[in-house]
């Protein structure tokens, strides 16, 4: 296989990449200079619409229709949007290996990716129970939700009513997923230790109204911590069993505990700080000629006067743009 060399490469296909690519082209790239290399199979869409429009039981939402700029009221890239522009889509391609030093990438299948500048948007990964050795938690029918395909496998999964789902987790994806199976005719119960729902965000106030609402609803929230399942004999769970000693019939269960940003890649090559890749206030690295946007770059904040690293797609998005801004200003000599 051919080496291949672009001038700018963007390495992951999410939400940072997508309004990365739309600055780019706002920034006049040239055909040919532009790559995305991304695991996914799907050109850059509004992830955030996985846990919500995608679950609705009337008219869920599906692409095309939620690709990047849906979530901010601008057009809609397809694939033909960048091939128009000579920019390269590079799909279900693993970066597995990465010498900053020589500015190579190297993907699953032995390929190998030369640039001059590189952005690095690989976001985070969902935090799974089998990392901690939770007896049971490879069991059929247990699932995680970060990327398109694993909201697909789930939107299979409830076609089926009044199936048992146990929600682990009390956070932004719990909250969204037991509402969304809850709409879907499922029969809910959410579980997360105490002391409330998303304990570092909402007061006992706001939380206990939340709490009472969905209870309302009909999901019923049980204060515990899931240490480990039973399945059947075709290896499907079906039990989800909390460290107190209480039994929890499943047919299904989803886990949202957290994710973690995915940095390995580059462990040893550049600068980090609190979790993220440390960068300056154009999201350049410790490295010359690569940046780290999204979920993974950990930036000053003028708010708190701190470098945080932040989760969020608003912060996805202006991230991008600000990099291939300080990019094409720096190419200028300004
Ligand atoms: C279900 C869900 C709902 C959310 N809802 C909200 C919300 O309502 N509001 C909000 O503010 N935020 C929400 N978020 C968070 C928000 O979506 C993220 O902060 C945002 O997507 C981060 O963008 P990113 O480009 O950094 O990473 P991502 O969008 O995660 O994109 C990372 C990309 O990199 C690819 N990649 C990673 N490693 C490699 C590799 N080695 N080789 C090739 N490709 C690679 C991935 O496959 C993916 O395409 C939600 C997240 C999820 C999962």
């Known amino acids: 296989m051919a080496d291949k060399y672009f001038k700018y490469v963007i390495l992951g296909g999410g939400v940072s990449a997508g309004y990365a690519v739309r600055e780019f082209a706002n920034q006049g790239v040239k055909p040919g200079e532009l790559a995305i290399i991304s695991k996914e199979s799907v050109a850059p869409y509004e992830r955030p619409a996985l846990s919500k429009a995608y679950f609705s039981p009337q008219g869920p939402a599906r692409l095309s229709g939620f690709h990047v700029c849906a979530g901010t009221g601008g057009d809609i890239m397809l694939p033909e949007w960048y091939s128009a522009k000579g920019i390269s889509l590079i799909f279900s391609t693993e970066i597995v290996k990465a010498d900053l030093a020589s500015k190579i990438l190297i993907s699953a299948a032995g390929e190998v990716f030369k640039y001059q500048i590189l952005i690095i948007a690989t976001g985070s990964t969902a935090t799974k129970l089998t990392d901690f050795g939770v007896q049971g938690a490879d069991s059929k029918n247990i699932y995680y939700l970060r990327e398109i395909e694993e909201a697909e496998t789930l939107a299979k999964a409830i076609k089926t009513k009044n199936r048992k789902v146990v929600i682990v987790g009390g956070g932004y994806i719990g909250l969204e ?158």
């Open 177 to 334: 997923l037991s509402a969304a199976m809850k709409i879907n005719g499922l029969d809910v119960t959410m579980v997360y230790p105490g002391p409330w729902f998303m304990p570092r965000l909402f007061t006992a106030e706001l939380a206990s109204f939340y709490e009472g609402y969905y209870a309302k609803e009909g999901i019923q929230i049980i204060k515990g911590r899931a240490a480990g399942f039973n399945s059947d004999t075709n290896g499907e769970v079906k039990e989800v069993k909390l460290r107190d000693g209480r039994v929890l019939e499943a047919d299904i269960v989803v886990v949202g505990v957290g994710g973690r940003p995915l940095t390995t890649l580059f462990k040893g090559q550049v600068e980090e700080e609190n979790g993220g890749f440390r960068t300056d206030a154009f999201f350049k690295t410790s490295v010359p000629e690569v940046y780290a946007v999204g979920d993974v770059a950990t930036f000053p904040m003028k708010l708190y006067n701190d470098i945080r690293r932040v989760e969020h797609v608003d912060h996805a998005r202006k991230s991008a743009e600000q990099a291939i801004k300080a990019i094409f200003a720096s190419e200028q000599g300004k």
